[in-house]
């Protein structure tokens, strides 16, 4: 089982930058590595929508077509993290930010992911 927390989120002016962490605990670097990692966001009154994803090593990263060439995500599993860089942000991008692991079925379906951390919240102001 892995736990994961998100940090990093906060409030930012349209066009700005965050950088979000998702940082796992009390399991072992082999473990760790062992999940590809998505980050999900969920806006009030709206569904849970995919925003992107890492593969194990990271070599292989997977995004919405709406934060393509904004967001990028990377890992270190030496320090059991994964990150989601999120440049010129937009009010529409607010909402709340959370990380989980991947376990079966689609990458870009939230229904095969489990371990979901709290979230964070990412609020963009125009």
């Known amino acids: 089982q892995v736990q994961l927390v998100e940090s990093g989120g906060g409030l930012v002016q349209a066009g700005g930058s965050l950088r979000l962490s998702c940082t796992s605990s009390k399991v072992s670097e082999r473990a760790f590595e062992s999940y590809r990692i998505g980050w999900f966001r969920q806006a009030p009154g709206q569904e849970r929508e995919f925003v992107a994803a890492?593969?194990?090593?990271?070599?292989?990263?997977y995004y919405a077509d709406s934060v393509k060439g904004r967001f990028t995500v990377s890992r270190d599993n030496t320090k059991y993290t994964v990150w989601l860089q999120m440049n010129s942000l937009k009010p529409e991008d607010t909402a709340v930010y959370s990380c989980?692991?991947?376990?079966?079925?689609?990458?870009?379906?939230?229904?095969?992911?489990?371990?979901w951390g709290q979230g964070t919240q990412v609020t963009v102001s125009s």
């Open positions: 989980a692991a991947h376990l079966t079925g689609s990458i870009y379906s939230h229904a095969g992911y489990d371990y």
């Open positions: 890492a593969s194990w090593s990271g070599g292989n990263t």
